[in-house]
């Protein structure tokens, strides 16, 4: 397993690995708002940091960092969930920000509970008013 920066090229199997993992992990959310949103996210991952992570010289998934330090997500194929892949990630993530914020859907238990334990806290609760949906913002360290 490998983690670098992300190439230009590799762009296109980037944004197809987040709709991919967003409409799997997001169920509730109806698919034609990530396909809105698809392009826009693209433009941004170009001026983003993106993490690739690769195993066997397939890329596996990503981590996209923005605006200095929020963590826009990490997106791990299928195949490779619940196997420490995501951990790997932000355990490599923690050595390069002093500090992380990011966003979690309410509804995504399972991600609150990944970042829980990798000691990320709970600082607010807001609605994402585009889709009245609320989102927990989280922050490692706990302490910011």
Same mark, same amino acid.
């Given at each position: 397993? *490998?983690?670098r920066y992300?190439? !230009?090229?590799?762009?296109? +199997? ?7 993992? *967003? ?7 109806? @698919? ?9 996210? +693209?433009?941004?991952? %170009? *001026? #983003?940091? !993106? ?6 010289? &397939? ?14 997500? !990490?997106?791990?194929? +299928?195949?490779?969930? #619940?196997? =420490?892949y995501g @951990? ?10 002093? %500090?992380? !914020? ?6 995504? %238990? &399972?991600?609150? @509970?990944?970042? &829980?334990?990798?000691?990320? =806290? ?11 949906? *609320?989102? @927990?913002?989280?922050?490692w360290p706990?302490?910011?």
């Amino acid at each position: 397993m *490998n983690i670098r920066y992300m190439e !230009i090229p590799e762009l296109n +199997k980037v944004i197809d690995l987040w709709l991919e993992v *967003n409409t799997e992990v997001h169920h509730k959310i109806d @698919k034609k708002y990530w396909l809105k949103h698809k392009d826009e996210v +693209k433009e941004s991952m %170009e *001026n #983003s940091n !993106i993490y690739i992570m690769e195993h066997n010289n &397939e890329i596996i998934g990503f981590a996209g960092v923005t605006e200095g330090y929020y963590l826009a997500g !990490i997106f791990i194929d +299928k195949k490779y969930r #619940s196997q =420490g892949y995501g @951990k790997s990630m932000i355990d490599y993530l923690k050595l390069k920000y002093d %500090e992380l !914020i990011l966003d979690v859907y309410e509804f995504n %238990e &399972e991600a609150i @509970k990944f970042y &829980e334990r990798e000691d990320f =806290g709970i600082i607010e609760i807001n609605i994402n008013e585009e889709l009245q949906i *609320n989102e @927990k913002t989280m922050a490692w360290p706990k302490e910011i």
